[in-house]
Every structure is written in C-alpha cells, then in structure tokens.
C-alpha cells in the first residue's frame, strides 16, 4: 500500500465488498472493546442506562462516522476540482425522537469552509451526499438484520 499525499493509505471499499467491525463485552457492564481491522477502541453504554459513560458511545460514532465519510470525500472532491480549501470542518448531531426514543428525529450536518465561497461549499457538500454510503443509507433507511448464534 502506498502512503504517499497523492494515494490513500487503504484501498477505497469496491461494490459489493464486506466490511466487518466487532465489539465485544468486558469484565465492566456497559463496557465494549471494539475492533476494526488493527485498530481497537473502548465504547460504553451512557451512564443514564447503566454504562459507564465515560468513553465514546454508539450514537457518538454513529455521528462520527457522518463526519469522517464527509469530511473525506469533501477533500477529495476539492482535490479533485482543484479547489483551493483552506479549511473544513463539520458538526453532526441528532436529535432523539420525543415521541419514540428508539429512533432520532432528525440527523444533522453542518458544515463550515474556509478558502471557497458559498455555491463550491455546496458543491462540495453535494459530492459527500452524492457518494457517502452511510449518509445514503441513513437518508433512504436502507434494510438491516440482527441475528443469533450461541457457542
């Protein structure tokens, strides 16, 4: 792989590949050391519901997902377009349904730009919500599963 500024240190995912993070339980109840490829991190559950509270939790990297997917694919549209882009940074949150709390009501992106002006800066927001798989499939409510197995 290469590491140079001009190529990505991993390979962009193809179509129809699969990608597989896991978590697993620790000796802590709410507690959960998550794996993706090499790297590992803590999760917990949010002290309201019995967790720890203290590291980052399931709704938080959901939003940073949306932040991280938008934020590069709005860089490489700039470097694609030769954009001048001196600066860029997004804020994501949401906002939990009051009337079903299993659910968010609203999901939200705003993004700031330095170094374009206002119809770039859209520009470069619509590449994002033109190409990010986790934004599409929030957006359209794409199909999920659960299943079970036992050892």
Known sequence: ???SADQPLEAPVAPGEIVT???RAVDIFGRFLVSARQHHFVSD????AGGPGDAVQAGELLLASLASCGLGLVQKAARERDVPLKEAEVGVSFER???DG???AAIRLNFLFEGVDLAT???LVDAFTG?????N???RGGPIEATVAIR
């Open 1 to 3: 792989m290469s590491t």
């Open 21 to 23: 993070v896991r978590a």
């Open 45 to 48: 559950t949010k002290a309201t």
């Open 97 to 99: 349904d009051p009337e």
């Open 102 to 104: 299993t659910r968010y």
């Open 121 to 123: 800066a859209q520009s």
């Open 131 to 135: 190409a990010c798989p986790i934004y």
């Open 137 to 139: 499939t929030l957006r």
